[in-house]
Structure formats: C-alpha cells, structure tokens
C-alpha cells in the first residue's frame, strides 16, 4: 500500500505564545510545551510540531519568516516504509532519526519526513440532518455544537515555483506512490495518498510561482463544526481568511483562518471521498474556486433587525 497520511508536520516559528494560543482555540490537544517549543495533537494521533530553534536537522525554511519545515508522512507497514526510505533515497540523503523517522527533503526544499503510521481510531459522523422522506433525527432537538476538536490532518497544500514543478510533483508520484487525481494545468496538481480515500492528501500549488506554505487543513465531522470552529476562533481574536464556501475540487465545505506559524488552516469537511476507479482529471484552465462561498448584505444594505 504505501504512504496513508499526514503523520506530522513541523513549523519553524518565532512566537510561540501566540501559536499555542492559536492552535489551543483551533481545538487541538496540547502534549507538550517547553520554553523553545510545543506539541499539539489531533484526535486521530497525527502531531503538529511548534519549534523556535528547529535547528540544523531540518532543512533550510523555503521561505522568510514563521513557515513549514517539514511533513512527515505516515506509511502503513515496515516494510513499505523501508521501500520508500530507498526510493526516495535513490538521488539525495535520507537519514535515520532515534524516533523512527526517516527524514529527506523533497525537490522545492520542504523537509520530508517517512515513518510507520500510529493511527489512532475515532468514529464521528455528522449530527443527524432531516428533510423530506430523508428524516435522520426524531424527536431529538440539536444540541448547542460542543468545543470542535479537529479529526484529523487530510490535506496539506504547498505553493511551488512554477520552474521546475514536474519535478516536484514527480518526487511525490514516483518515488512517494502519491496519484496525481486533478491536474489543474494553470494551478497545480491535487494527489492522493494510496491508503487515502479523499479526492486530495495534497496539493502542490504553483501559482504564487515561489515557495511557502499555503495551508493545512484539518478535517471536522460536519458543517456545523467548521462554522462553530470558525465562529470560535473569531471570538477569540483571530484573523478569517476566506469566507465559508464549498470547493470545486474535492467539494469539502471550508473556513480559513491565518495562522501564526505561517500559511492558513483550514476546517474542512465532507472531501469527496475517490477510490481506483477516478480517472485524473486534467483541467486546461483552472475550475471555479468554490461551488458557493457565503454571501451576504446584512451589514451594507439591510435594514438591521
Ligand atoms: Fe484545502
């Protein structure tokens, strides 16, 4: 099988304060914190990694100021982790870590970390819906929407200078199994982990035409949690990115917000879910941004009431 998600992902920032503060409000879970550095966690076990002196072990930042070092990406078994290890090692360095990780760095200078995955179960399901003839909920009023607490990490977006971007993508379906599933000529390339069912585990976006980190998004049970996690995160002081939409691509609903660590995270749900049999799409001109995005003139036009 091969890679089947984010396993964790490491940021190069300058305050940590302010990033523990943000990804606490966000809904993970704290596991570690010293004065340099702190540790988050999702339900499903994946870690988010905050360091301050990230140190000579990662790979130079791709870009000025807070940002992503490095993704490391959960393989299901040893031996397929000692495959890739060789795969991705055919043409550069791939060094042993004391915890299991093999770390390398892909062709834009992002580091890439190989490790076996540490899956922690978790059901969640959408709060009931009802319609007509379709009724999920009797006699059950919804409860007030409780603290959101992100599933998990389900994709990862990273903007590329468009120089060279078959190479990038090529190091990640190559050597890493990754299957490109929309080619969006004009943008970039969405690909799916082989042991992922959602339509992208990644995005390599060349757009911008530089490196960075565009965004992380973390998967919520329903709609009501990506509003309420956004709601959230606006009362406590932080920044929206975007307005609450619905991708063309991969249809998961989203809310963005700015992130301290660099980039934007994402509360995404209900990503179309793909198996073998999607072919890859090859977009010559780049599809809509969103199927809807929220509108409104309440605050212009509208009388308040
Ligand atoms: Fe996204």
Redesign the pocket.
Same mark, same amino acid.
């Given at each position: 099988m091969g890679i089947q998600r984010i396993e964790s992902v490491t940021y190069g920032i300058d305050d940590l304060g302010a990033c523990v503060r943000f990804f606490d409000a966000f809904g993970l879970f704290p596991v570690e914190k010293s004065d340099e550095h702190a540790v988050f966690e999702t339900l499903t076990g994946q870690t988010l990694h905050l360091d301050t002196e990230p140190g000579p072990r990662l790979p130079a930042p791709v870009e000025e100021g807070p940002t992503l070092r490095e993704v490391v990406w959960g393989v299901d078994t040893q031996e397929e982790l000692e495959r890739l290890v060789a795969a991705a090692g055919k043409d550069r360095a791939v060094r042993a870590g004391a915890d299991g990780v093999h770390h390398t760095v892909d062709e834009t200078g992002f580091g890439v970390g190989l490790t076996v995955a540490r899956h922690k179960p978790v059901a969640a399901a959408p709060r009931p819906a009802n319609a007509p003839g379709a009724v999920s909920r009797w006699n059950t009023p919804l409860e007030p929407v409780p603290r959101v607490r992100p599933l998990r990490m389900c =994709?990862v /977006?990273l903007n590329i200078p468009r120089a060279g971007r078959e190479e990038a993508i090529a190091f990640y379906t190559r050597r890493l199994g990754f299957r490109p599933t929309d080619v969006v000529e004009p943008m970039g390339v969405f690909m799916q982990a082989p042991g992922d069912d959602d339509q =992208?585990t990644m995005?390599l976006c060349h757009r911008p035409d530089k490196a960075g980190i565009n =965004?992380i /998004?973390y998967e919520v049970p329903g709609f009501d949690e990506v509003i309420q996690g956004g709601n959230h995160m606006i009362e406590r002081g932080w920044r929206e990115a975007r307005r609450l939409g619905r =991708?063309t691509v991969?249809s998961?609903v989203?809310r963005f917000l700015h992130a301290p660590c660099g980039g934007r995270v994402?509360y /995404?749900a209900d990503m179309d879910r793909v198996d073998d049999s999607y072919e890859t799409r090859v977009h010559e001109t780049t599809p809509p941004h969103h199927i809807w995005a929220l509108r409104t003139n309440r605050d212009q036009d509208a009388p308040a009431f």
């Open positions: =994709h /977006a =992208h995005l =965004h /998004a =991708h991969g998961n989203f994402e /995404a």
